[in-house]
Each structure stands twice: as structure tokens, then as C-alpha cells.
């Protein structure tokens, strides 16, 4: 890719990952011993529950993100009124 993994959004993150478990995958079918077989499904399986856990944590941000407050751009209020 050539870039830091910390310079793609949550989307690019997700879906390399997902690309590394495939990969691992398709090495797994390659794979000349069944404990090498096990060991690639093993990778696979962290690499796309590191996937998940990226999705779940973007979409919780975003969900923060949509229901927070910005107070720095809000209407001042009339005069006399305090919040």
C-alpha cells in the first residue's frame, strides 16, 4: 500500500484487513500440512476479527459523532439569557 495503516480512514482500515484474511485464507488452501492449514485459518480468523472490531468501533464514533453537540457553533443567545 505504501502509506501508514494510521493514514487510512476506518473504511480503507477495515477493508485491508479483510483483504489480509483473505489472503490468509487462500493460503490455507494452499497449505502442504494440516497445521499449517489450521495456523493460516487461525490468522484469518484474527485479521477479520480485527475487521469487526474497527467496523464496530467506527460506527459507535459515528453514532457519537451525529448526536453530539457542537457548542462552538451554536447561536448566541439573547441578551439576558444564560446557558
Not at 11 to 17: G, L, T
Not at 22 to 50: H, K, M, N, P, V
Not at 54 to 59: C, L, P
Amino acid at each position: 500500500m505504501g502509506r501508514s495503516i494510521d493514514a487510512l480512514s476506518d473504511n480503507e482500515r477495515i477493508a485491508f484487513y479483510r483483504q489480509l484474511a483473505l489472503e490468509a485464507l487462500r493460503c490455507a488452501q494452499g497449505a502442504s500440512t494440516d497445521d499449517q492449514a489450521i495456523a493460516y485459518l487461525d490468522i484469518a480468523t484474527r485479521w477479520t476479527s480485527i475487521a469487526d472490531e474497527v467496523e464496530e468501533w467506527a460506527a459507535r464514533r459515528a453514532d457519537r459523532e451525529a448526536t453530539s453537540c457542537d457548542t462552538d457553533n451554536m447561536i448566541a443567545p439573547r441578551s439576558g439569557i444564560e446557558i
